[in-house]
């Protein structure tokens, strides 16, 4: 493993938001599902296209909280620009469970 210094890391900005919408992806390479994301007045609604399809459908995920990157550049996956990387860790089978807060924060916060 490389390490990193604190201002390495301090340059990833990982930011807590509230899922508002959740579609099917059915047209992505791998099962995924499209979600647009309130990161609060600073950031606004942003989306992401996610492979997490094993644990959760969109009708679980509107109003849960996620943590994401939100400083990489878009990135186009198929027809959909995904604003920003939402973050989990994979299970024993390898599929994703997001990671998010265990108690309500306010949307937006950074994470240090």
């Known amino acids: 493993m490389t390490e990193i210094s604190f201002d390495d890391f301090l340059k990833v900005d990982i930011r807590v938001g509230k899922v508002v919408r959740a579609e099917p992806y059915p047209e992505a390479r791998k099962p995924a599902i499209k979600l647009w994301i309130d990161f609060g007045p600073e950031m606004g609604e942003k989306k992401s296209s996610a492979q997490i399809t094993a644990h ?36 024993a089978s390898g599929e994703i469970v997001l990671i998010g ?9 950074r994470m240090h």
Do not use: C
Not at 67 to 76: I, Y
Not at 77 to 91: C, H
Not at 101 to 109: C, I, M, Q, R
């Open 56 to 91: 959760y459908t969109p009708d679980q995920l509107v109003g849960k909280q996620v943590m994401a990157v939100v400083n990489f550049p878009p990135r186009q996956i198929g027809r959909f620009m995904s604003e920003v990387l939402v973050l989990g860790l994979p299970d």
């Open 101 to 109: 807060p265990d108690g309500p924060v306010a949307t937006g916060g």
